[in-house]
């Protein structure tokens, strides 16, 4: 029902683009987000935005950096990723969650994408 896509290699101070095909159903009636895993940490939340999408939300270490959206027309999320740093290396995952705004956890988890920053 999500799946992600669009992680790969790229150098500090680059900048990546991931996607997450979401199914009608949930991208009509839920808000959606991203969440990161880097190696040997716990899963964060990265950003999220409310069912109209006029409503963000951003962890404090990727504010001013990364821009999330969602295109209606094709049910997809996107986070567009800007001045990237060796830390935003992680495992990138789209979720949904189960009601219009940015409560709690999300149920709803596609498979992740890695994105490595080099330096």
């Known amino acids: 029902q999500l799946q992600a896509s669009g992680g790969g290699l790229v150098e500090v101070g680059g900048s990546l683009r991931l996607s997450c095909a979401v199914s009608g159903r949930i991208f009509r009636n839920y808000a959606v987000g991203w969440f990161r895993q880097a190696p040997g940490k716990e899963r964060e939340f990265v950003t999220a935005l409310n069912r109209s999408g006029k409503r963000a939300s951003y962890a404090d270490s990727v504010k001013g950096r990364f821009t999330v959206s969602r295109e209606y027309a094709k049910n997809t999320l996107y986070l567009q990723m800007n001045n990237l740093k060796p830390e935003d290396t992680a495992v990138y995952y789209c979720?949904?969650?189960?009601?219009?705004?940015?409560?709690?956890?999300?149920?709803?988890w596609g498979q992740g994408t890695l994105v490595t920053v080099s330096s």
């Open positions: 979720a949904s969650y189960s009601s219009a705004g940015i409560y709690g956890t999300p149920p709803y």
